[in-house]
């Protein structure tokens, strides 16, 4: 363990995933509520406003997890990757300035009045707070995956051939670059999965306790009817469209999460196998019994050629770890069809009206809850690790993939492109990364622990039903306020 | 407009937002300092209530301040991450502990439950002022950074004498700043204990900064060299004047929130004199021929520094209107309610 280079991806890699498991909570939760407290104002059901009080505690206890940990994030590009952010610091910069100027700001300042301020403005200006926090982390996510999505596919930039570093040329093609909307879709959507089963499985354990309880069954009725919603979106239209778009701009990771090792024209879809990295194999591989089905999905053309790992490791160019890649990404995909299915099962018992007594789903879909934060880890990981070995990955055309000559292609690929491992911080030494993460990795273990209890008991505990026509200033802790 | 003026806006904007950090955050910061001396558990809570609504916000302005150096002046950015690794490290933790501290301490009904955030929620607080401090009187005095512009200095090095007198006068500044807010957001005797705090702090404070310009006249001789032939450094140092001269006037005769308004006002003018002294390099080198890091020489290209301009034109007053709305919301005197820490 000497190595700077791989210290610094275990600590971004601990960092960033830990850090990942609260932001789709969040913004997935926010917009749930904002159907809350939609609600809770315009119909004044009591109900709805004892679930919109119950979720926003658990908002924002969830949402203080994912700031104290979204801080390391801000900084982590300088501490330890530090050429990286002279090499990209023209373009990747400005988007994260953007995130905390357009997007932090928004939803700090909102969170604190839709927290504390239930007994000094009404519930419209509520509803709306609530808004203006899903809004806000919304755009969070927007600026956050534009600055991924330069990284996954450059655009709207030229390297300067004195510095060696990359320089703006189009601050439009920069953020809007090929992957950033697809990106975007998919993980907003990914998001409300995240929240919506948060919700729904919560208000599910507290119906399990007591079934009749008509705020908990309001809250799960708007979490099944946005998971289900969710949970087809994530898959159709943004996984397809932002598969397509890995397809077209980034053949090496197409290649790695489908398990194409030799070029095909009309490929299948790869289901299962048993990837090894050295020598590239796929064992006991099953396809779906459609020919051509892959090439269709990519190419929308059953014929298309889909370039496979060994053409790129003949012409002499990197392709990311396989076996990470590949059973990240199925892993990500089996599971999207697991929350379909429960989902679906929640809305037939929804109609049927028996979902409020459907112990069994119900406890199904609160074990499902970390799972829905495993997809979305599952498939970052996909997405980061399959575009290794580069932090910035090549920006060439298909074309140029396919055809050019193996020493071109490699000078193009050098050119347009920065090696993860030429990107760490030059004078942070080993010791002290190592350090950082044991720091990390203790706090962040207590830090899961302790929300996982305190999640629990809030969820258990539930508010305090309010006195008829009270404003919500009671205490809960039965603390009088003595003055 | 030119790459030059670009620059200096930048540079500019830079410390607005670090300034504002320091202010803002200030506050809260002092308040966690404190929070050790309240009485009780309800004056615990209302200290944590009292800027439960804003202290999320306020943190922001760091991270702005983070985001736009990386965009402005990449250079700076990633040599700032490196130099400072440790520090940088202990300050993310003492900050996740003071945000989840506040969070997590309500939400168990048990005295030595609450005890233990308490406790981290100072430790955080003063850690991370402290830090912040530190840092300061780093980048004021300068970094070892060699002619390639590398850094080539440890952690120990950062903790050097006059870097240490800067942090606690910058820990004493946060007590001064953060007494003086709770006491427009408090009452009775917590009011009172908080007043006849704000004097003896600004004593301290008084003393430490004669005693830092004493020392940095000998330690940093390079920042009173730029800052005396300038207009700029001599009208905030008077600014900064007259606002400690008035604190323990406005104090005496419990106008709190003038008393607040002067503490905030001696926050930012320090940093303007820092600033306008400083331009503009944000980073000297303490190394015999090393690279001082300038907004001239360090600075991203035209292009991103304009878009990040129209950013800033729309995104400052935007985000200045709702933080205003949101203080004004709520002012007045800190209640315990439902949903309060």
């Known amino acids: 363990m000497d190595d700077p280079v791989l210290l610094s991806r275990i600590q971004f890699a601990i960092t960033v995933g830990f850090h990942f498991l609260f932001p789709p909570i969040s913004i997935g939760l926010a917009w749930c509520l904002v159907v809350v407290e939609w609600q809770a104002w315009r119909t004044k059901d009591p109900h709805w406003r004892d679930a919109g009080r119950l979720f926003a505690r658990i908002l924002a206890l969830t949402f203080a997890v994912g700031v104290a940990t979204g801080i390391v994030m801000e900084f982590q590009f300088g501490t330890n990757w530090a050429e990286y952010s002279k090499f990209v610091g023209d373009i990747f910069g400005a988007p994260l300035a953007a995130e905390a100027l357009f997007a932090f700001f928004l939803e700090s300042a909102f969170l604190g009045l839709y927290l504390f301020g239930r007994n000094k403005v009404g519930p419209g200006l509520i509803w709306f707070s609530v808004l203006m926090v899903a809004v806000g982390a919304t755009i969070s996510a927007f600026w956050i995956l534009a600055a991924n999505s330069w990284q996954q596919t450059p655009a709207g930039f030229i390297i300067n051939e004195t510095t060696g570093r990359a320089e703006l040329s189009d601050f439009m093609a920069a953020v809007f670059n090929p992957s950033t909307m697809p990106r975007f879709y998919h993980t907003m959507m990914a998001s409300l999965v995240c929240g919506s089963f948060f919700m729904a499985g919560l208000a599910g354990y507290r119906l399990r306790r007591d079934a009749n309880n008509e705020a908990d069954r309001k809250a799960l009725k708007v979490a099944v009817i946005i998971g289900l919603l969710a949970s087809i979106a994530v898959a159709f239209p943004t996984g397809h469209v932002h598969a397509q778009q890995v397809a077209a701009t980034q053949p090496t990771k197409f290649a790695a999460i489908e398990g194409l090792y030799e070029s095909e024209k009309g490929a299948p879809l790869v289901a299962f196998g048993l990837v090894k990295d050295d020598p590239p194999d796929l064992k006991a591989r099953i396809d779906l019994p459609i020919e051509g089905l892959l090439s269709w999905l990519a190419f929308g053309d059953a014929e298309a050629e889909i370039l496979g790992i060994n053409h790129f490791r003949e012409k002499g160019v990197g392709t990311p770890p396989l076996w990470l890649t590949f059973v990240s990404f199925h892993n990500m995909v089996i599971l999207g069809v697991i929350f379909q299915l429960a989902m679906v099962l929640a809305m037939i018992q929804l109609i049927r009206k028996k979902l409020w007594t459907s112990r069994r789903l119900l406890l199904a879909i609160l074990i499902l809850v970390p799972f829905t934060l495993a997809a979305c880890q599952f498939g970052w990981v996909a997405a980061e690790v399959g575009r290794q070995p580069w932090v910035v990955y090549p920006s060439l055309t298909l074309d140029e993939w396919t055809n050019l000559p193996a020493a071109e292609l490699q000078a193009k690929v050098a050119e347009m492109s920065l090696l993860t491992e030429r990107a760490a911080s030059q004078s942070v030494t080993a010791g002290e990364v190592l350090f950082s993460i044991t720091l990390f990795t203790a706090i962040y273990l207590a830090l899961l622990a302790l929300y996982l209890f305190l999640l629990f008991r809030e969820t258990k505990h539930g508010v305090a039903p309010l006195e008829p026509g009270s404003t919500d200033a009671s205490d809960p802790h039965g603390k009088a306020v003595s003055q | ?341």
């Open chain 2, 1 to 341: 407009m030119s790459l030059e003026l670009l620059q200096t806006i930048w540079f500019l904007l830079i410390f607005v937002l670090l300034a504002g950090y320091a202010v803002l955050d200030g506050f809260d910061l002092g308040v966690g300092i404190l929070h050790p001396l309240a009485k009780g558990d309800t004056e615990r809570r209302i200290g944590l209530n009292a800027i439960g609504p804003v202290w999320d916000g306020n943190e922001v302005w760091l991270l702005t301040a983070g985001g736009a150096l990386f965009a402005a002046f990449p250079p700076v950015y990633a040599l700032f991450g490196e130099g400072f690794y440790l520090a940088i490290m202990l300050l993310l933790t003492a900050l996740i502990f003071r945000a989840v501290s506040m969070e997590f301490r309500s939400k168990v009904d048990s005295p030595a439950w609450c005890r233990v955030f308490d406790f981290t929620f100072f430790l955080g607080s003063f850690l991370a002022a402290l830090l912040l401090g530190v840092a300061l009187g780093n980048v004021l005095r300068g970094l070892p950074i060699d002619a390639e512009g590398k850094f080539v200095g440890t952690f120990l090095g950062l903790l050097n004498p006059f870097s240490l007198l800067v942090g606690v006068t910058g820990v004493v500044a946060f007590i001064m700043h953060g007494a003086a807010y709770l006491a427009v957001k408090t009452e009775g005797g917590q009011q009172a204990r908080m007043r006849k705090l704000i004097v003896p702090s600004w004593m301290v404070f008084v003393l430490l900064a004669i005693a830092a310009h004493v020392y940095g006249w000998f330690e940093v001789p390079h920042l009173f060299e730029a800052g005396l032939g300038r207009v700029m450094p001599f009208i905030f140092a008077a600014v900064l004047l007259v606002a400690l001269v008035y604190i323990p006037i406005a104090s005496r005769k419990h106008k709190d929130v003038c008393t607040l308004f002067a503490t905030g006002t001696a926050i930012l003018a320090a940093f303007g004199a820092v600033g306008s002294a400083m331009f503009p390099v944000f980073i000297p080198s303490t190394v015999e021929g090393g690279m001082a890091l300038t907004a001239m020489d360090h600075s991203s290209t035209k292009l991103t520094l304009t878009w990040m301009l129209g950013i800033a034109a729309i995104g400052v007053p935007m985000v200045l209107t709702y933080t205003t709305f949101i203080y004004w919301t709520f002012r007045g005197k800190t209640k315990l309610g439902e949903f309060a820490y």
